[in-house]
């Protein structure tokens, strides 16, 4: 069963957010606290914030819209974890798996990356993005939980060129590749560079697979260079058509260096064998 369903909370409706679900959808209450758990309920304020309801006592207010999004599949699902690699405190690496996607979507974030951080850290912690980082594909990730530390990773993985770090990706690329050793391309009016190895071509199912080392960090930097040569990364529904792939996107960091924002000691991390 699937509700997608948009509510407004008018006056005389109850003003507590399960009280007021109760009301109003056809669910159990169990069902409903389980649903607002795992991040399928969300209000959106007068002037359109919009936010995941969590709490079964959340108060609510008259004029708000409430939004119920339920897939029972979705909810069925085991939540797959990542995997913790080292936690330095002011950041942490973890092994991001298969399946995992970066924040959910409208019908829930429990099986998400981001919801596993937040539930993992107890107390919790700030969480900052690093631009570095391709956090939709796999594989080895960096996550900053103090402004310090991301800051220094940021001038490390400078968008205009990496200063002692380096980033190493393996990609699952469409077609036969034969762009060369180096890719330069412009995204958004700057500059990226990236070297490439292209480890092998396989003609059925007409796919590469490639290794890169992003010089420059741009936003999808790696996935950009590849639709830009004609090698989409497979799985990539952003920046390549008709490009969907069961097991999602053929990405994956797999080797990962830096210094140390903590110790000031090289930190050297990878999945290689």
């Given at each position: 069963?699937?509700?997608?369903?948009?509510?407004?909370?008018?006056?005389?409706?109850?003003?507590?957010?399960?009280?007021?679900?109760?009301?109003?959808?056809?669910?159990?209450?169990?069902?409903?606290?389980?649903?607002?758990?795992?991040?399928?309920?969300?209000?959106?304020?007068?002037?359109?914030?919009?936010?995941?309801?969590?709490?079964?006592?959340?108060?609510?207010?008259?004029?708000?819209?409430?939004?119920?999004?339920?897939?029972?599949?979705?909810?069925?699902?085991?939540?797959?974890?990542?995997?913790?690699?080292?936690?330095?405190?002011?950041?942490?690496?973890?092994?991001?798996?298969?399946?995992?996607?970066?924040?959910?979507?409208?019908?829930?974030?429990?099986?998400?990356?981001?919801?596993?951080?937040?539930?993992?850290?107890?107390?919790?912690?700030?969480?900052?993005?690093?631009?570095?980082?391709?956090?939709?594909?796999?594989?080895?990730?960096?996550?900053?939980?103090?402004?310090?530390?991301?800051?220094?990773?940021?001038?490390?993985?400078?968008?205009?060129?990496?200063?002692?770090?380096?980033?190493?990706?393996?990609?699952?690329?469409?077609?036969?590749?034969?762009?060369?050793?180096?890719?330069?391309?412009?995204?958004?009016?700057?500059?990226?560079?990236?070297?490439?190895?292209?480890?092998?071509?396989?003609?059925?199912?007409?796919?590469?697979?490639?290794?890169?080392?992003?010089?420059?960090?741009?936003?999808?930097?790696?996935?950009?260079?590849?639709?830009?040569?004609?090698?989409?990364?497979?799985?990539?529904?952003?920046?390549?058509?008709?490009?969907d792939d069961i097991e999602g996107l053929r990405m994956k960091i797999i080797e990962v260096s830096f210094?140390?924002?903590?110790?000031?000691?090289?930190?050297?991390?990878?999945?290689?064998?």
């Open positions: 069963m699937e509700i997608d369903a948009v509510l407004e909370v008018e006056a005389g409706d109850p003003q507590i957010a399960i009280d007021f679900l109760v009301a109003n959808v056809n669910l159990s209450k169990s069902r409903l606290k389980d649903l607002m758990n795992k991040g399928g309920v969300w209000r959106v304020s007068k002037t359109g914030e919009r936010a995941r309801i969590r709490r079964a006592m959340t108060d609510i207010l008259v004029g708000e819209q409430i939004e119920i999004f339920y897939d029972d599949a979705y909810l069925s699902l085991r939540p797959i974890g990542p995997e913790l690699i080292e936690d330095l405190g002011q950041y942490s690496i973890w092994n991001k798996p298969s399946g995992l996607s970066l924040s959910g979507s409208d019908f829930g974030d429990y099986n998400s990356f981001q919801r596993a951080l937040e539930l993992h850290f107890q107390p919790t912690r700030d969480i900052y993005w690093l631009q570095a980082f391709d956090y939709e594909a796999t594989g080895i990730m960096v996550v900053a939980h103090t402004r310090k530390a991301a800051a220094d990773l940021t001038v490390q993985f400078n968008p205009d060129g990496y200063q002692n770090a380096m980033v190493h990706y393996r990609c699952d690329v469409q077609g036969d590749y034969n762009g060369g050793e180096e890719l330069t391309t412009d995204i958004e009016g700057d500059s990226a560079h990236s070297r490439v190895n292209k480890v092998r071509f396989d003609a059925r199912p007409d796919r590469s697979v490639l290794d890169l080392w992003p010089t420059t960090g741009r936003p999808y930097q790696v996935r950009q260079q590849c639709a830009q040569a004609g090698n989409p990364v497979v799985g990539d529904e952003l920046f390549g058509r008709s490009n210094v140390c924002p903590v110790d000031g000691k090289i930190q050297h991390v990878s999945l290689l064998k």
